[in-house]
């Protein structure tokens, strides 16, 4: 069996789950709604608060199914409950970041600010961090309960300038180590 597949999932007080015909399901709580329509074979069993994800055979896309239909329950359940977050750095000499109404405004060495309007269910926030080399740069926040939607946010802005090996200049996650490279050596 999958180890996470046969993990249960416990269900919180205040988180509502509905399973409807075909796997669709969906979990309200006290963040918001999330509705996902999961793999129509794997088999979805409540007791009381705990969720259970059953497989029907020991196939192998199957037992793939069994512990991604878990893990993608198991981020519903949490992105209700808690929610989820990104937070990026715009590591260089002058970059900024600010948030006009929901949009986000990217000055990031272009002629032109970079404006980002956040889908439905995304906010973002801006301040500014200490980050010894280059003195305070920004720090982006992506928030929002979908854990895929967030992700994908986070990473088409990093995507705007990704860091550079040379200078470790660029939009990186925070936490995230840029490998560096050596530049050329006059002889």
Avoid: C
Avoid at 19 to 40: A, C, W, Y
């Amino acid at each position: 069996m999958s180890r996470i597949g046969r993990n249960p999932i416990t269900v919180p007080s205040g988180v509502d789950v509905v399973i409807d015909e075909n796997n669709k399901v969906t979990v309200k709580g006290p963040k918001g709604t999330l509705v996902k329509e999961l793999h129509p074979e794997m088999q979805i069993v409540r007791e009381g608060n705990v969720l259970q994800v059953q497989r029907p055979s020991d196939d192998k896309d199957h037992r793939a199914l069994h512990g991604l239909t878990r893990t993608l329950l198991a981020n519903m359940v949490e992105g209700v409950t808690k929610g989820y977050e990104k937070k990026l750095r715009a590591v260089s000499v002058g970059w900024r970041a600010n948030v006009q109404g929901r949009k986000l405004v990217l000055n990031v060495g272009f002629s032109h600010p970079i404006e980002i309007e956040p889908p439905t269910g995304i906010s973002f926030t801006a301040e500014t961090v200490a980050h010894p080399p280059y003195g305070m740069v920004p720090l982006i926040t992506v928030s929002g309960i979908d854990k895929e939607q967030v992700g994908q946010v986070a990473a088409s802005i990093r995507s705007i300038r990704k860091p550079e090996p040379y200078l470790g200049k660029g939009i990186q996650y925070q936490g995230e180590k840029i490998r560096r490279k050596a530049g050329k050596t006059a002889k």
